[in-house]
């Protein structure tokens, strides 16, 4: 339904670890979207095929060729590939690792993170959208403070949709558990909603967790939460 008549611009999102898993994914999509946005493992995958140092970031290297192609596919089909242009980089995958933002990849570090350049990209992207589609994260989401770029792109992403400015906004399938929290699903539950948001909250997250489904109530309810978008604790 997302993209059978949508309004365009069209903006697509796709993150995750691998791209051997989203293959067919990517390459539908280059010939349908005006902009696509690879986040992720798998951009490093993309970055690897074009050349850029990725140290020993999680990256498919067999599966440059095929990167390549999709690269390809793009531009003959005048769909826009935004890649990181900056890295959030640490040399540990665990929480609060130390790290800093490189434009390329030390041989001893991993990238987890798009860098703030990368999100001004992405952000200039979304201001244009009028529909816009979503599948994984931008990082190693479940890692703070790894978290940042998927967090600013979706804050943004509700605000402009609260505005009426992003007309529709969707999921798509093949998302896991772990993905859904990049698309404001767990992320809206641990805003510091009130009681009816956060039960509205829990019921589109029962109903709508392994499921496509549009998102526009509940990126409208995050973005009526806490402008910071601060977690809570406890």
């Not at 531009?75 to 826009?80: E, F, L, P, R, W």
């Not at 998302?175 to 929290?181: F, G, H, L, Q, V």
Request: charged share 20%; with cysteine; proline share 6%.
């Amino acid at each position: 339904a997302a993209l059978g008549h949508p309004q365009r611009p069209v903006v697509a999102v796709v993150g995750g670890a691998k791209v051997s898993t989203k293959l067919d994914l990517l390459g539908n999509l280059v010939s349908k979207v005006d902009h696509l946005v690879i986040g992720g493992g798998m951009a490093n995958t993309f970055l690897a095929a074009q050349g850029k140092p990725v140290g020993k970031s999680l990256a498919e290297h067999d599966l440059a060729p095929t990167a390549r192609e999709i690269l390809a596919k793009a531009k003959a089909t005048g769909c826009q590939i935004i890649l990181p242009v900056d890295q959030v980089v640490a040399r540990d995958f665990r929480a609060n690792a130390p790290h800093e933002v490189v434009i390329d990849c030390p041989d001893d570090a991993m990238i987890l993170d798009a860098g703030p350049q990368s999100v001004a990209a992405i952000a200039a992207v979304f201001e244009r959208a009028k529909t816009l589609i979503w599948n994984g994260p931008l990082g190693a989401f479940e890692l703070e403070p790894f978290d940042a770029a998927t967090n600013a792109a979706a804050r943004q992403a509700a605000e402009l949709t609260r505005k009426g400015l992003i007309r529709e906004s969707y999921r798509i399938d093949g998302i896991t558990a772990s993905e859904c929290r990049s698309i404001l699903v767990d992320w809206a539950l641990s805003l510091p909603l009130d009681a009816d948001q956060a039960a509205a909250a829990a019921r589109l997250h029962a109903r709508h967790a392994t499921t496509p489904h549009p998102m526009t109530d509940l990126l409208a309810m995050a973005a009526r939460a806490r402008p910071d978008g601060a977690r809570r604790r406890g």
